[in-house]
């Protein structure tokens, strides 16, 4: 039971803590943080993975899949805060209107 | 002819060449509109051709920078890539042609460049064989269609543009979360590979689970419909044609290619579910259709009821239910493009598309109505259209397979389709008096729509065509059957 | 409220499950580091992430520029942002900016240089670049008007572009898409790496002020 | 050897224990402006948990990127949230029609 171990279980951890902030909150910069650490959870869980024999170096490719990852996210986050800014000028409030639920 | 048409490796031009055309488009936005639409042409070109090089060799597997399949990235062309990429090329040339009279200059400069790489998005993830490049290519298409929704300026276009863009990031999501658990148990990113080293073991069921989840959000099945109908109702008119179309399929035909592929040992359990969620999107889809009063809306609920259908085949698992799916979903890529164009026609010229009020517009448009009743006809499923082969398929299928029950949801579906499509035509053909209102449609936007609703009644007539296309590679034979 | 009474049990079986998946996770009977291994001295780069990244899954890192460059293009066509307050910047950050900016340059460049060999790479010097980028603009510094047009958006392709035009170049000599002849595959490779860095910042940069620079509402 | 390993499992409980809470304190958090300054110190946290995975390489992009640019980008989104929040406050017929428009259509 390596220290990796350790680390992909705080990886699902985050996922699952993300996604119910995602649900739970409902003004918009508090989804996109929620977002954020879900992604950052799934990473977390791709790395650890990775390095699970430790005599061997650790497999690069999940490392060059999370740099991939996070480069999306990173635009995926500037679009929705802009997106957020344009919902708060048109309708004045920063939740989606109806139930939202997600 | 053969030497040029033979060695061209049109499965890399297809991707390449709407990149390359977005970027032009970007650096030259006076001239994006031609661009955009010599663009579109050409892409329908390169998918001749790769039909042409399908036909001869069968397959094509296409090692990109050389690797092969563990180590690089494999691009993979049989016939069910294929026919979806027939259905973005002419449905994408349709919407090409329409847009071109539809958007104000300035709008227009941002919605070439994005429906570009909207186009090499889907050419990019119909080909690819590798399942950490589909959630690139799914986040590509994801952040493309969420841009041309916010298009539409108004608060309603906005907040629903928001909610698909949050649900989109979700579902790419638990994509990743089981790209991840399949990686880390079998070593491999390719299909192929995966579909031979898969057995089952929990990671390969929480992968099922995760990357079902996140492929259902995206594709609006019925309990994770909500985002939906807002979105493709508030969207510019060419941007609701292509999400219901072509987008929304995107992610159903990663699932169908997993499921063919990698997950046929999960059993029927599992798919008599996703059979269920079909049959409830069907009927919940069509009656929240009948209830709006506005045509958009309409149409975007109809949406909601056809996805439904493509979701009959899983239980069923023969390749006749799956080539009745892939039909159905050629047929409703057509028919709905030309419905959502009729509706921004009516939108165009009047106005507003409350249906109880449309008489009055429709009378200056009868090129637009004859789109919509033709696309109608195939939406219902009445002889003459593609629509009523691939209920026919699929009725075939069920009564063959001996679950009978899915044929009553399809007739049951049927009604509800005709009692939607009879609403908004009552409406229309009576005799009221023209509007008087200024202006005229660019013609180009009538006939467009009446081109694509023409080839969804063809489909009905000239079958034998797609039917062969699905057969290259044979990607139903491996599925399990029953 | 009556929503969380389903949604925390539900979530923590979720929790739990993926939990027992994580931990009963088979080692993969052949996993791809050992086939990694014997490919790298003909990947041209002694990094192994930048080799996986830029050469074995290349075409990844292609689409990768393409979702930035949508995102931007998503960000300018929403548009109408208010530009950021003109306040006219602190002493602090003007001295501050002033000596970081070059500096994070220099870094950058370093980072590009060693990635080939060493942890670093297009992605990390462009973020600096990007970094570079946000503290001028919060030093009131805008691109000036004339070149906000046609040279800015040149830039802000490039990347993309100049994986697109090596990809195809590579393919008419002869070889597949992004096929790098291993001698020349390090040139090449950097020369990628270098546009794609420069296209990076630049769109980060572009991000952060949110509208188009010298566009409609300046 | 048995101590080394011993302060490794410390160390580790430790980073995993102070990543955990600070995501919690981030989402969980009433104050907005304080939720992203906790988001960012998790970005930087997450850079060490990298170099731990032996990922230097995820390392670097996560502290410039996650933490540093969606930091950046996070903070520019708040200060303009506040400015049209306080703009749109003294419109009050503003808010009036563009409440009128959004929920006439039926839901």
Redesign the interface.
Known sequence: MSYV?LY??L???L??LG??AL??HAHLLRKILAVNVMSTGVFL?LVA?SS??EE??P???P???V??G???S???T??AL??M??VN?ATGKNELPDRG?D | MELILGDV?WI?VLI?LP??GG?AC??FPAISKSLGLLTSLAVVACVWGLGWQLEEEGAQR??????GA????DLYADGLSLLMLVVAALVGLGISVYSCGYFSP?KAN??W??WL?LC??LN?LFLSSDI??LY??L??LG??A??LV??ADGAEALTSAMRYLLISLLGSLFYL?GVA?LY?????LDIAILAQ?AEP???V??AVGLISTGLLLKTALFPMHFWLPAAHACAPTPVSALLSALVVKASFYILLRMWLEIFPMVGTSFAQLLGLLGAAAVLWGGIQALRQTRLKLLIAYSTVSQLGYLFLAFPLGTSLAWKGALYMLLSHAMAKAAMFMAAGNILVLGGHDRIAELSSITQRLPLTLTAFTLAGISIMGLPPSGGFIAKWLLLQASIESGQWWWGIILILGGLLAAAYVFKVIGHVFTQDEPTRQAGTLPTTMEWSALVLALVAVLLGLFTSWPLAIMEIGSPFGTGHSG | ME??RW??PL??M??L?????????????????E??VD?MEVAGVS???????L???????L??M?????????????G???D??ESSPGLVLDIMSRQLVPVLILVAGY?LWVGADA???A??AG??L??AG?LLLLCGWRIGNRCSG?PL??L??LG??MF?VA??GL?LIG??????PSPVARELILMIEAAATLS?GAT?AA??L?SLPGG?DK | MEALTILNWVLDGLLGVSLFSLAWLALASPDIFKAIVLFISFGLLMALAWVRLNA??V???EA??GA??TG??LL?AF??LE??SIGASDGEEVQSHIQHDSNEEPK
């Open positions: 171990y992909a279980l990886g699902v951890s996922f699952v996604l119910n649900i739970v869980v993975l699970r024999n061997v170096l497999d690069p490719v490392h060059a899949m740099i991939t996070i480069v999306v990173v635009s995926a500037a679009l802009i997106l800014l344009k000028r639920r | 490796p890399v390449i990149l390359t970027m970007f650096l296409y090692a990109i920078g050389g690797w563990p180590l690089g990235i300035d941002h919605f460049p994005l790489f090499g998005a990019a950490f490049n690139v290519t986040e590509l952040l493309t969420v841009a916010a298009l979360l658990f880390h148990s079998f070593g491999s080293r073991s929990p990671a069921w929480a | 929503r969380s949604l925390l979530l923590l979720l929790c499950g993926l939990g027992y998946t994580v931990l009963s996770m088979p080692e993969p009977v052949e996993g791809l580091p086939m990694l490919n990094n192994p992430v930048t080799a996986v990244l050469n074995f899954r290349g075409y990844d890192t689409l990768e393409g979702v930035l460059l949508v995102a931007l293009l998503g960000v300018w066509s929403l109408g942002i208010p950021y307050r980072l942890p670093g790479g992605f990390q973020s600096l990007g970094a946000v046609l958006r040149f802000l392709i993309l572009g697109v990809g195809t393919l070889g597949e898409f992004l096929q790098y990076i980060l991000m952060f949110g409609a | 230097p390489d390392a670097l992009a410039a990127i540093g640019l950046a980008l520019a200060a303009r400015d049209i």
